[in-house]
């Protein structure tokens, strides 16, 4: 499927998204998949996140606010989607910082995301490489970790998306590049974590390696958009918003922003 169909299908079809996410993304996650033209689910009590999967298009699951609950709640979310046959995305937020959070995503792994998206630093730490990573910030490229992103898709027979300053995304043979943006979007918390939550919207219509580029390519254009307007952060997250809400198929018709390796 081309960039734009996937679009329209997202469109078309409003696939449920099962997002497992931390406190501070809840409500521009939500949001995002909402302009986007899906429909999200912030479900993660343990009780009844293994019964929400099946009925949803795509599982995500963030790992920014972590606790033994929510930790039991994701490993039965993420085997319930393997049951169910739903891909989902996992987001392996900062899981550098501490051996908990390490452990947490390495469970997590061995269960087999259907897509990883994280920044640089992640990426390169899953492989065990040094980074310049500071708590959720990257302090590394997305051209430093393009090999390690490769690398980690073909262990894990999945896609791999390493998001920045420009995009990058592999399943370990094909790749793909996306630019865009502004460089306003780092400076508002929750950006990269929601786009993990619109991927899951993808990717419930379309194969997981189109469907990472679609979102990256939507995410994109609807950050240069908002950039024409917005003053600053406070500013730019309405902007983008209403950029989110307003891009339409044909406008990803010519993938533009997307460079294909």
């Known amino acids: 499927m081309k960039t734009d169909q996937i679009l329209a299908a997202v469109q ?25 033209g899906a429909s999200p689910a912030m479900v993660h009590a343990e009780a009844e996140v293994a019964d929400f999967v099946p009925i949803s298009g795509a599982l995500t699951i963030n790992i920014g606010t972590l606790s033994p ?6 490993h039965k979310a993420a085997d319930a989607a393997n049951a169910s046959g739903k891909p989902w995305v996992l987001d392996p937020v900062a899981h550098f910082a501490t051996p908990y959070r390490d452990e947490v995503v390495r469970d997590l792994i061995a269960r087999g995301p259907t897509i990883i998206r994280g920044n640089a630093s992640e990426i390169m730490a899953l492989l065990g490489a040094a980074t310049a990573g500071k708590g959720v910030d990257s302090g590394d490229s997305v051209a430093d970790a393009e090999g390690a992103a490769t690398a980690l898709a073909k262990a894990h027979d999945c896609v791999v998306v390493v998001t920045g300053e420009q995009d990058f995304v592999t399943d370990g043979n094909r790749a793909a590049r996306v630019s865009g943006g502004s460089d306003i979007m780092p400076m508002i918390t929750a950006m ?27 995410f994109a254009e609807a950050g240069t958009r ?9 500013s730019f997250q309405v902007a983008f918003l209403d950029a989110l809400s307003q891009i339409k198929p044909e406008d990803l018709a010519s993938d533009a922003n997307v460079q294909w390796l």
């Open 69 to 74: 609950g929510w930790v039991s709640a994701m």
């Open 12 to 36: 078309t079809q409003k696939p449920l998204v099962h997002c497992i996410t931390n406190y501070v993304a809840m409500n521009i996650a939500a949001n995002v998949v909402l302009a986007a």
């Open 226 to 234: 908002a950039a024409r307007t917005a003053s600053g952060p406070g």
């Open 192 to 218: 990269g974590c929601s786009l993990t939550a619109l991927m899951g919207a993808f990717a419930a219509v379309s194969p997981p390696f189109e469907a990472s580029v679609a979102a990256l390519a939507m």
